[in-house]
């Protein structure tokens, strides 16, 4: 069964800091990978979603990387703003199914 | 439709009670999947539609836990004799057929007292 584990469980940072957020899985058999934001009572927003073939996506301030070998991937969001306060779920998709960790709940003070 | 639309947003029921959760998913996505998702943990798969059919129900956590999709659309998630475990969000995602990028709707938080 695949297992995904996210760390730091949170992170609080002031603003302009560079964020790094990692996640490791015990499978590498995957197909894909995919970063979500969560935002308080609502629902996932996709992010990023890097292919297993990729190293790395980008889009605008946000940077993932993936390597298979070593079951990990880390999420880069440069210079974070209070807007980025959010809880970060990185999930690996295997077939059809995702896998998800358990999250990374950022605050990014002003 | 724009998005994965899920009604209600919110549900609070009585223990014992029998609930409907609904899920519309983005249209032309042929893939549907249900997630439960408990306070402070990543969602866990529960079922896997392609088209009408549940192609993995694996995941659904006993037999007071059904869903269909009987036009291959929208999906009801149907829970009966509710418990209070059972209270968690609730997520309904599509993706299209053979893409592995799923979206996510708002997700439905049921409650149950």
């Known amino acids: 069964k695949q297992e995904v584990t996210q760390i730091p469980a949170a992170l609080s940072v002031p603003e302009g800091e560079n964020l790094v957020l990692n996640c490791s899985f015990t499978?590498?058999?995957?197909?894909?990978l995919q970063w979500f934001r969560q935002d308080p009572g609502k629902g996932l927003t996709s992010l990023l979603l890097i292919q297993s073939s990729q190293r790395e996506q980008t889009s605008g301030r946000l940077n993932a990387s993936l390597d298979k070998s070593s079951g990990r991937s880390t999420l880069y969001i440069a210079a974070s703003q209070p807007g980025d306060s959010a809880t970060y779920l990185c999930a690996v998709i295997s077939d059809y199914k995702l896998s998800f960790g358990a999250g990374t709940t950022v605050t990014v003070r002003a | 439709g724009a998005g994965v639309s899920q009604t209600p947003s919110n549900k609070v029921t009585e223990k014992g009670k029998y609930v409907e959760l609904r899920c519309d998913p983005i249209s032309g996505h042929t893939a549907l999947y249900w997630y439960r998702q408990s306070l402070g943990q990543g969602p866990e798969f529960l079922i896997y539609?392609?088209?009408?059919?549940?192609?993995?129900d694996s995941g659904l956590p006993n037999d007071r836990f059904f869903a269909v999709r009987p036009e291959g659309s929208v999906s009801t998630l149907k829970i009966q004799r509710t418990e209070r475990g059972d209270s968690a969000v609730y997520l309904c995602?599509?993706?299209?057929?053979?893409?592995?990028?799923?979206?996510f709707g708002q997700g439905t938080r049921l409650t149950v007292v």
């Open positions: 499978d590498s058999a995957i197909y894909n």
């Open positions: 995602a599509s993706s299209l057929e053979g893409q592995t990028e799923a979206f």
């Open positions: 539609f392609q088209g009408t059919g549940a192609a993995d």
